[in-house]
């Protein structure tokens, strides 16, 4: 499994899957959630909907993800996942990288061989963006024998050279060990 820095605008990334840093009412928000629903149109709302009336009325919980349709994104699904938000005193790492291993592992069952990622946590959530990219790249890396026979590239799509520079300063330490 490929591990690439992309970055730009995560709405317009070409990937089978795009993952979504949402909120737990899966209603759409601000940051890339607010982009993913504005850009994705009406269809990802609908499903995000569905979920809370059926299997999630309490909302996705922190370190899981659930995946919709990508609507009019260039995507086949968006997999909503739901970051902790960063607290100085509370150590959250174990809930953010269940993100990125919940987001590949229903990446895989999707049978997506491209996964997008924003920074999850990392805006808003107030996550230190160099610490989101380690954990980031790092349970992305170790997850490669788990979902490396389906999931063929994933590609983390940082917004600003701060982040993109985050990210390879990570999948640099990472490709050195």
């Known amino acids: 499994m490929k591990l690439t820095i992309a970055p730009g605008d995560i709405t317009a990334t070409q990937a089978d899957a795009i993952v979504n840093a949402a909120n737990s009412t899966l209603l759409g928000g601000g940051g890339v959630d607010g982009a993913i629903h504005r850009r994705g149109g009406k269809q990802i709302l609908a499903e995000c909907r569905r979920l809370r009336e059926t299997t999630l009325p309490d909302g996705l919980p922190q370190g899981q993800a659930v995946a919709t349709t990508a609507g009019e994104l260039p995507a086949h699904w968006v997999i909503h996942t739901v970051g902790p938000v960063w607290a100085k005193t509370i150590d959250k790492s174990d809930i953010l990288a269940s993100c990125y291993r919940e987001s590949l592992r229903v990446a895989h069952g999707l049978g997506a061989r491209t996964v997008a990622f924003p920074a999850v946590s990392a ?12 954990i980031a790249v790092e349970t992305c890396a170790a997850m490669r024998e788990e979902v490396g026979d389906v999931v063929q590239e994933v590609l983390f799509v ?3 050279a701060a982040a993109e ?3 390879r300063d990570a999948l640099e330490s990472v490709e050195r060990n």
């Not at 805006?123 to 380690?134: K, L, Q």
């Open 165 to 167: 520079q985050a990210f």
């Open 158 to 160: 940082p917004f600003g």
């Open 123 to 134: 805006g808003v959530y107030g996550w230190p963006m160099e610490d989101a990219a380690r």
